[in-house]
């Protein structure tokens, strides 16, 4: 039992949230991934992987959350540059050999295992920014510097992530807003920045629309614009199709995740029961939840949602009882991060937001998400550990108080105790009293 206390130490909670997505991550991509089966011939393989990267994950949250939480500010050091040379070369290579997976330049390949450079570049930007913020803190907010800073940082990583995957990067862009909001930056400064972006960026979206896609194919850094311009156009057009005509092979993946969440019911077909699996190219990944809501129904998808809920709100608590601003700025970083990522997958496969590459974190099977991700839970675990230790020497504060107040009563009662013998040696009254006494007997006899 000490051996357990031991190895998950940190927040509760957070620990059942992780183990509670690793399960249904495990039952759902078991399900989903008939695809690879299918194209393998393997049975167990996909299965057997994605387990393996989830033990080892777990490996990874148990060593991180053992780390104090000081350490992380080191990362960025060499996350940092390493990150933005990784990008820098997916992205090159993409250009001059034209190696691309499904029409992107988002993964390397080192020594036979393929990982995204994106997945570090996110985890650098996040912890970065919290130590701007936290060391740039003064009593009436962040210091101007920090926004300047934190706009370089990540607007490097911005335009080197985005022609290759857009959707990360504006996600990412929008959780570094969100935590200069809460960590105080001006406010001036930061609509004032989103206004002139949201202009530029509506001008330039609307010279490129009208022209043709096909023309920007081989432009450096437009190449994917066909993609882009395809998928908001077809989430936007509201033009009703009769049933007898709709082309489902035209979009397959909106058309079969739909089918999966209309099909499906209150308590779902139940796990492995799926039927859209087979036809959703991604329903490992990127419609993963499609398939949850499929065989688990409508109390599965629910439940999904509440956990990442449910994991923004624990580690809001974290960072409420935090005495220092680096580490409350840290786990809100990524629990924003985790939870954004989250929502916009789910989005996604309910037809809310046009289709992006996001996987959902901690669920979807990936490699180099995965153990990201659950490098995320094990910063978040070790500052708990960190808070759960602040409140350890608050109680023993309390205590020894509580033990000095006591002394202090039990010393007061012990003196007032002390008291009646001295007052009866000291008064005159009852002396006086006695002595009449003594004089009304003599007298009497």
């Given at each position: ?26 039952v ?63 992205t ?29 570049a ?49 996600l ?65 057009k ?14 397959a ?66 960072a ?76 023993h ?37 006695e ?11």
């Open positions: 039992m000490d051996l357990l206390k031991n190895i998950f130490k940190g927040d509760k909670v957070i620990w059942i949230i992780f183990l509670c997505l690793c399960l249904i991550s495990i759902e991509v078991f399900s989903a991934a008939s695809t690879l089966t299918y194209k393998s011939g393997d049975h167990w393989g996909p299965i057997t992987q994605h387990s393996i990267i989830l033990m080892v994950g777990a490996v990874v949250v148990v060593f991180l959350h053992n780390v104090p939480y000081k350490w992380f500010q080191v990362f960025p050091v060499f996350l940092y540059p390493t990150s933005l040379v990784l990008l820098a070369f997916v090159l290579m993409g250009i001059i050999t034209g190696d691309r997976v499904n029409g992107a330049a988002r993964w390397m390949s080192f020594m036979g295992l393929q990982f995204q450079p994106s997945e570090l996110k985890m650098a930007i996040i912890i970065a920014v919290s130590f701007i913020l936290s060391k740039r803190q003064d009593e009436y907010g962040a210091n101007p510097n920090a926004f300047k800073y934190i706009m370089i940082l990540t607007g490097l990583v911005f335009l080197l992530i985005a022609p290759e995957n857009l959707s990360t990067a504006m990412l862009f929008g959780v570094v807003c969100m935590m200069m909001f809460i960590g105080r930056v001006s406010s001036k400064k930061l609509f004032g920045m989103l206004g002139i972006l949201a202009l530029v960026g509506g001008v330039a979206v609307g010279i490129l629309m009208a022209i043709p896609a096909k023309t920007l194919h081989n432009t450096p850094g437009l190449h994917r614009f066909e993609t882009w311009q395809n998928r908001v156009s077809g989430f936007f509201k033009e009703e199709v009769p049933a007898a005509k709709f082309d489902i092979d035209k979009d993946q909106i058309a079969h995740a739909r089918i999966a969440i209309a099909t499906s019911n209150v308590v779902g077909k139940g796990p492995g029961n799926s039927i859209q699996r087979d036809f959703l190219s991604q329903a490992f990944s990127d419609f993963i939840f499609a398939i949850v809501i499929e065989e688990m129904g409508l109390i599965g998808g629910v439940f999904v949602v509440f956990l990442y809920l449910w994991l923004l709100m624990r580690a809001g608590k974290i409420q009882k935090c005495d220092r601003t680096f580490p409350a700025f840290l786990v809100m970083g990524i629990a924003l991060l985790l939870v954004s990522q989250a929502i916009l997958n789910m989005m996604v496969a309910v037809g809310l937001f046009p289709v992006t590459g996001q996987p959902l974190p901690l669920v979807s099977k990936g490699g180099t998400s995965t153990l990201i991700n659950c490098a995320y839970i094990g910063m978040i675990l070790s500052v708990s550990r960190y808070t759960a230790h602040l409140e350890e020497l608050k109680e504060d309390a205590q020894i108080q509580l033990q000095i107040t006591t002394d202090a009563v039990a010393y007061s009662e012990a003196q007032t105790a002390a008291e009646p013998t001295a007052q009866i040696l000291n008064n005159d009254a009852k002396f006086e009293d002595n009449d006494y003594l004089t009304r007997t003599v007298d009497e006899r």
